[in-house]
């Protein structure tokens, strides 16, 4: 859960990283002709190298009340992969005050606010209040988020409805929090979600966190097995990537799955006849001509 949440920062920092080293062209086309400079209506603001200069690391904010969230949240979202102990530290430390719950409710409210503004925002508040592990404020919030209808209908891009598509990714985000709890009522709901839950992508991701909590222990995976929708089984033995995984065990590991799983292989090409001897119901090659609309 932890490794997650700042995996999440360390690959948004990156792209502020790669917007920071390139700087803008003096305004000159592919011809050498000077552009006009880009007109802004807002006065720019500062560079992201200029933000992160003469930050003060290894310093989180203190998280020990209700209100405390809004700033711990701004420092989980600018950390540095380096600082990941730290955060964890000031969480557990939170998790274990007389306040952990008073904490918990302003996480709750900053996941609220910024999941209608900020998608990577909400992601940071959702595996922060996971890694808390609270219960009594933190566990229902995540099983009634972890459950909302997805919707149907909404901004359709490449065939994508993007409103789906980010709830999804909060859902799995919410799944990993009640996964990481360990607790017999967290487990019991994440177990309904891995038998029921409509998504397979919120089914799997719950499949995932079960067995990354157990160390993919073989009875983590049997017990899973007597629980899984008959599409979801091929979910439980996937070869998974670690930070210490080499390329070579990896592919191993990738090729005994695929051995045990031959309905992934992609089925061989079938060579088309000639254009001229084609049939109606003739199976299409890769050099069959357009079927007729």
């Known amino acids: 859960m ?50 992160l200069h003469g930050r003060p690391m290894h310093a989180p904010p203190g998280l020990a009340a209700e209100a405390d969230a809004t700033a711990f949240v701004d420092w989980a979202a600018g950390s ?8 964890r530290g000031a969480i557990a430390k939170a998790a274990a005050s007389p306040g952990a719950s008073a904490v918990a409710k302003g996480l709750v409210a900053e996941i609220q606010r910024a999941r209608e503004v900020d998608h990577s925002r ?19 919030f995540l099983v009634q988020f972890a459950s909302q209808p997805l919707p149907e209908k909404g901004t359709l891009i490449d065939g994508e409805i993007i409103e789906r598509t980010s709830l999804l990714q909060l859902e799995s985000k919410a799944v990993q929090g009640l996964a990481y709890m360990r607790d017999d009522v967290a487990d019991r709901e994440v177990m309904k979600i891995i038998s029921s839950h409509p998504s397979r992508v919120i089914r799997g991701e719950a499949i995932n966190a079960w067995l990354w909590n157990r160390q993919d222990s073989q009875a983590a995976r049997e017990q899973l097995a007597q629980l899984v929708k008959p599409e979801d089984r091929i979910l439980i033995d996937r070869p998974r990537w670690t930070e210490t995984s080499t390329a070579e065990q990896f592919n191993r590991d990738l090729a005994v799955w695929l051995k045990a799983h031959p ?26 001509a357009p079927p007729v609309p």
């Open 2 to 51: 932890h490794r997650q949440l700042w995996r999440t920062i360390a690959i948004a920092l990156g792209l502020i990283a790669i917007g920071a080293a390139c700087p803008l062209t003096s305004g000159r086309g592919s011809s050498g002709e000077q552009g006009e400079a880009p007109a802004a209506k807002e006065t720019p603001g500062k560079r992201p190298s200029e933000i």
């Open 263 to 288: 309905e992934l292989a992609a089925p061989a090409p079938v060579k088309a006849k000639p254009r001229g001897e084609q049939k109606k119901g003739d199976a299409p090659g890769f050099d069959a």
């Open 80 to 87: 540095l992969p380096e600082e990941r102990e730290d955060g």
């Open 122 to 140: 909400t992601l940071v508040a959702l595996a922060v209040l996971g890694e808390m592990k609270n219960k009594e404020v933190g566990m229902p």
